[in-house]
């Protein structure tokens, strides 16, 4: 028998649901069937771009669409939280955009009612997916630099001061740290767990969310991860896990790494190279589909307690940057 496609739903219609539906559109065994907007001839506009045979005027109405499996929940960041809750109530699995939620609290509340209704839920962190990294888990699990010392990542660019952005406004969840530092921070969760440990400090944008932020994180084993955030410079976005007996490096963008390179004591440097096709999206998208046809409410190389771990990370470097 033929699997059939899964079908997806795109809650909001801005550029970063635009990159997921381009690359969606390039897998044989998924649908995207409808797309829902706050206003009607925006939703439309956006399925006539996509050839997507269904747009709702409303969160709500998409969330009742009866042909949607999952839905992407594609808003800024403020809005993640109530839009996932909606699409929960109607029994719609999700598949939410980083960072979750704002907080551990709202994040706390949408998993709490993910597994209370027994439906799929992810926060998506396509990096956690593409080939580079799961090689790099690979290598990690068999030893190939010993024990883990330390992480370096970091992530900036210099964005245009618009206090009505979605990056500098509060309201919508503004700040280096929740649009661009969840990203190294992710890095450091897979690899080393939750940090004991939580010192940051940086600079504030005028309307008070983080412009440019260091992050320091211990752990009990006695590693470390120096990693970085910002919106004020450009930063050379690469990583590197130190271990005990080599290193491994992410080339930059190392949230999108094509490469990765094994530095072994006393052996040279090999590197590995991986395609990307598209955007670099389609690998969430097939873990969503093998953990729902899996019968799975979670994926267990993205779980939601460790989304809600990464959360608390955030509000702890969030709250140091603000004293």
């Given at each position: 028998m033929t699997t059939p496609p899964l079908r997806w739903g795109i809650l909001g219609t801005g550029a970063i649901a635009r990159?997921?539906?381009?690359?969606?559109?390039?897998?044989?065994?998924?649908?995207?069937?409808?797309?829902?907007?706050?206003?009607?001839?925006?939703?439309?506009?956006?399925?006539?771009?996509?050839?997507i045979p269904r747009a709702h005027g409303s969160y709500q109405a998409l969330a009742e669409d009866a042909e949607v499996d999952v839905v992407y929940v594609a808003t800024p960041h403020s809005g993640?939280?109530?839009?996932?809750?909606?699409?929960?109530?109607?029994?719609?699995?999700?598949?939410?955009?980083?960072?979750?939620?704002?907080?551990?609290?709202?994040?706390?509340?949408?998993?709490?009612?993910?597994?209370?209704?027994?439906?799929?839920?992810?926060?998506?962190?396509?990096?956690?997916?593409?080939p580079a990294i799961v090689r790099l888990r690979e290598l990690l699990a068999d030893g190939a630099?010993?024990?883990?010392?330390?992480?370096?990542?970091?992530?900036?660019?210099?964005?245009?001061?618009?206090?009505?952005s979605r990056l500098y406004a509060p309201e919508l969840g503004g700040g280096a740290l929740l649009d661009l530092g969840v990203y190294p921070i992710s890095l450091a969760s897979m690899i080393l767990g939750e940090p004991?440990?939580?010192?940051?400090?940086?600079?504030?944008?005028?309307?008070?969310?983080?412009?440019?932020?260091?992050?320091?994180?211990g752990y009990e084993?006695?590693?470390?991860?120096?990693?970085?955030?910002?919106?004020?410079?450009?930063?050379?976005?690469?990583?590197?896990?130190?271990?005990?007996?080599?290193?491994?490096?992410?080339?930059?963008?190392?949230?999108?790494?094509?490469?990765l390179?094994?530095?072994?004591?006393?052996?040279?440097?090999?590197?590995?190279?991986?395609t990307l096709p598209g955007l670099g999206y389609t690998f969430q998208?097939?873990?969503?589909a093998r953990c729902v046809r899996a019968g799975l409410t979670e994926s267990p190389l993205m779980t939601l307690d460790e989304t809600l771990s990464i959360m608390r990370t955030l509000d702890q470097a969030r709250a140091a940057v603000a004293r």
């Amino acid at each position: 028998m033929t699997t059939p496609p899964l079908r997806w739903g795109i809650l909001g219609t801005g550029a970063i649901a635009r990159s997921f539906t381009a690359d969606l559109l390039t897998l044989d065994d998924h649908r995207v069937v409808a797309v829902g907007s706050r206003a009607a001839d925006t939703a439309q506009a956006f399925a006539d771009a996509h050839g997507i045979p269904r747009a709702h005027g409303s969160y709500q109405a998409l969330a009742e669409d009866a042909e949607v499996d999952v839905v992407y929940v594609a808003t800024p960041h403020s809005g993640h939280a109530a839009a996932a809750l909606t699409c929960i109530a109607a029994g719609r699995g999700v598949l939410v955009e980083k960072p979750l939620t704002i907080d551990a609290a709202s994040a706390t509340e949408v998993v709490d009612a993910a597994r209370s209704a027994g439906v799929f839920c992810m926060e998506a962190m396509w990096t956690r997916f593409n080939p580079a990294i799961v090689r790099l888990r690979e290598l990690l699990a068999d030893g190939a630099i010993g024990d883990v010392v330390s992480i370096q990542a970091d992530f900036g660019f210099a964005a245009p001061y618009d206090p009505a952005s979605r990056l500098y406004a509060p309201e919508l969840g503004g700040g280096a740290l929740l649009d661009l530092g969840v990203y190294p921070i992710s890095l450091a969760s897979m690899i080393l767990g939750e940090p004991s440990t939580v010192l940051a400090a940086g600079g504030l944008a005028p309307t008070g969310v983080d412009a440019n932020t260091g992050i320091l994180l211990g752990y009990e084993s006695g590693a470390v991860a120096v990693l970085h955030c910002s919106l004020r410079g450009e930063t050379p976005m690469r990583a590197t896990i130190a271990g005990t007996t080599g290193r491994i490096e992410l080339p930059a963008p190392f949230f999108r790494a094509d490469a990765l390179t094994l530095h072994r004591s006393g052996a040279e440097p090999v590197t590995e190279v991986f395609t990307l096709p598209g955007l670099g999206y389609t690998f969430q998208a097939e873990e969503v589909a093998r953990c729902v046809r899996a019968g799975l409410t979670e994926s267990p190389l993205m779980t939601l307690d460790e989304t809600l771990s990464i959360m608390r990370t955030l509000d702890q470097a969030r709250a140091a940057v603000a004293r």
